[in-house]
C-alpha cells in the first residue's frame, strides 16, 4: 500500500522557522516528483514546492521563495520542507503528494497524497 506521512507541524511565532517531513512507506520517492500544497481555512489548496525524483530540480512558489527549501534524502525515503521566516499567511494544512511523473510539471498528475499536517503562525 503506497502511504505518504507528513509530519513537523505545530505552532510558531511570527518569523520563527519549521521543518516539514513526508516519509514514504510501500514505494520509493526516488521514482516521483514530491509536491508540498498547502490549504488555508477557507482557501483553496495551493501548491508551495516541488521536488523532481532525481532531486535535481526544485521549484517554489513565489510565495515560498527566499524562506523554504525543498530537499530529499533517498536513504530515509524522505522529502523535507525547511520554513523559515514564517508569516501568518502561511498557517494552513500542508501536504505532501507523490507525482506520477518524476518531474515537476504542470503536467504532472498527483494521486498520492498524505494526510497532512497542521501548521499555524501567530502574529
Known amino acids: 500500500q503506497l502511504q505518504l506521512v507528513e509530519s513537523g507541524g505545530g505552532l510558531v511565532q511570527a518569523g520563527g522557522s519549521l521543518t516539514l517531513s513526508c516519509s514514504a512507506s510501500?514505494?520509493?520517492?526516488?521514482?516521483?516528483?514530491i509536491k508540498w500544497f498547502r490549504q488555508a481555512p477557507g482557501e483553496e489548496r495551493e501548491g508551495v514546492a516541488c521536488i523532481s525524483g532525481s532531486g535535481g530540480t526544485t521549484k517554489l512558489e513565489d510565495s515560498a521563495k527566499g524562506r523554504f527549501t525543498i530537499s530529499r534524502d533517498s536513504a530515509k525515503n524522505t522529502v523535507w520542507l525547511q520554513m523559515t521566516s514564517l508569516k501568518s499567511e502561511d498557517t494552513g494544512v500542508y501536504y505532501c503528494?507523490?507525482?506520477?511523473?518524476?518531474?515537476?510539471?504542470?503536467?504532472?498528475?498527483?494521486?498520492?497524497w498524505g494526510q497532512g499536517t497542521q501548521v499555524t503562525v501567530s502574529s
Open positions: 510501500g514505494f520509493t520517492l526516488d521514482y516521483y516528483a
Open positions: 503528494a507523490a507525482g506520477d511523473l518524476p518531474i515537476c510539471s504542470a503536467s504532472n498528475s498527483f494521486e498520492t
